[in-house]
């Protein structure tokens, strides 16, 4: 079946960097863009942006510049987001969805990137 | 960017009832609307795409209305599986804007 699965927990110092994957399986990677959405702690979701595999071309949403980047390893059928500079207020839960142009659909599991110090 | 608004922000219900949740876009997004669930912990799951069709799987007790600016997503029968919070999410523009979300509780 259609699944995406994201790498373990993350725990980082402020001003450090992350890296979330996202692996896909059971349908052809190039076919759909990924998206990634943010869920801070008992908030709402916050689409962060796409990325199209077939072009790797990125979107970012407005609040997303900068910091945060889109990337791809297509031979591996892998989605990553890189945070950089991390802040207390990136502490969240990043999920990756595949975009179906009429949804969202599988979500990964979701990733928690927890920054303290 | 669109703006999407939910009403209400919660909603307390009981098993069996009727429940309605609205959502209001900032400008007409025709159709372009889906609704999902999220349970505590887990991904969202996708409920209803396209304003008022049924994603594969959903119960039947799920349905999705609306075209321009307000949608509603109802359900006909609250059941104890369904106590989750719902958002709805445009996909109109190419900025995929979800609105605020609405717990539905136990009363």
């Known amino acids: 079946q259609v699944r995406l699965v994201q790498s373990g927990s993350e725990l980082k110092k402020p001003g450090a960097s992350v890296k979330v994957s996202c692996k896909a399986s059971?349908?052809?990677?190039?076919?759909?863009?990924i998206n990634w959405v943010r869920q801070a702690p008992g908030q709402g979701l916050e689409w962060m942006g796409w990325i199209i595999p077939n072009t790797g071309n990125p979107t970012y949403a407005q609040d997303f510049t900068g910091r945060f980047v889109f990337s791809l390893d297509t031979s591996v059928s892998t989605a990553y987001l890189q945070i950089s500079s991390l802040k207390a207020e990136d502490t969240a839960v990043y999920y990756c969805?595949?975009?179906?142009?009429?949804?969202?659909?599988?979500w990964g599991q979701g990733t928690l990137v927890t920054v303290s110090s | 960017d669109i703006q999407m608004t939910q009403s209400p922000s919660t909603l307390s219900a009981s098993v069996g009832d009727r429940v309605t949740i609205t959502c209001r876009a900032s400008q007409s997004i025709r159709s372009w609307l889906a609704w999902y669930q999220q349970k505590p912990g887990k991904a969202p799951k996708l409920l209803i795409y396209k304003a008022s069709s049924l994603e594969s799987g959903v119960p039947s007790r799920f349905s999705g209305s609306g075209y321009g600016t307000e949608f509603t997503l109802t359900i006909s029968s609250l059941q104890p599986d369904d106590f989750a919070t719902y958002y709805c999410q445009q996909y109109h523009s190419y900025s995929r804007t979800f609105g605020q979300g609405t717990n539905v509780e136990i009363k």
């Open positions: 059971g349908y052809t990677f190039n076919s759909n863009a």
């Open positions: 969805a595949r975009e179906k142009g009429l949804g969202f659909d599988p």
